[in-house]
């Protein structure tokens, strides 16, 4: 498996545990990124879903089409960490809404024909992935001489997502 595909499976299944992104608009005026729950489907790969609301500035900043996103990810115990670029756009699909939904979901709408629900779609693109290694074996080895960057080097790279 290549560097590459070892990092991309590596942030994939991070976020399937943890969820929990910062999702916010390139060039959006007011520049603030949103904690948000990401959703996708399979063991990798695109899309990646976003329950939301009329009425967050996010979502009406997509309402008229595609707009130049960024997501950032860490998961919870601090192994991997993402920045990943794509492309975000309300895409309320009744086919897909009724794949993703849940009881987790369903406790914010007023059922999935809720007036109110955004379902925002983000198309992933470029992105870089880094691994964290800070161990206790690593630190030993820090202390026996050994040079972190040699250890390092395939931890972190630039991957396509899509």
Do not use: C
């Not at 595609?66 to 950032?72: R, T, V, Y």
């Not at 939904?101 to 880094?130: C, H, S, T, V």
Request: glycine letters at 8%.
């Amino acid at each position: 498996m290549s560097k590459e595909a070892d990092l991309a499976e590596k942030f994939w299944k991070a976020l399937k545990s943890d969820r929990t992104v910062m999702l916010g608009l390139v060039d959006h005026e007011n520049g603030r990124a949103q904690p948000m729950t990401a959703v996708f489907e399979g063991d990798h790969s695109g899309p990646i879903w976003i329950f939301s609301a009329s009425g967050v500035d996010l979502v009406e900043a997509v309402e008229g089409g595609a707009h130049d996103a960024i997501l950032h990810f860490a998961s919870k115990g601090h192994d991997v960490f993402a920045t990943v670029e794509g492309q975000m756009r309300v895409d309320n699909d009744l086919e897909t809404i009724d794949r993703l939904w849940n009881p987790f979901i369903a406790a914010w709408y007023e059922g999935k024909d809720d007036p109110k629900l955004r379902l925002l779609r983000f198309e992933p693109g470029d992105a870089q992935i880094w691994l964290n290694e800070n161990s206790l074996f690593a630190g030993v080895k820090m202390m026996l001489g050994a040079d972190p960057k040699k250890d390092y080097k395939d931890k972190a790279g630039e991957v396509r997502l899509q």
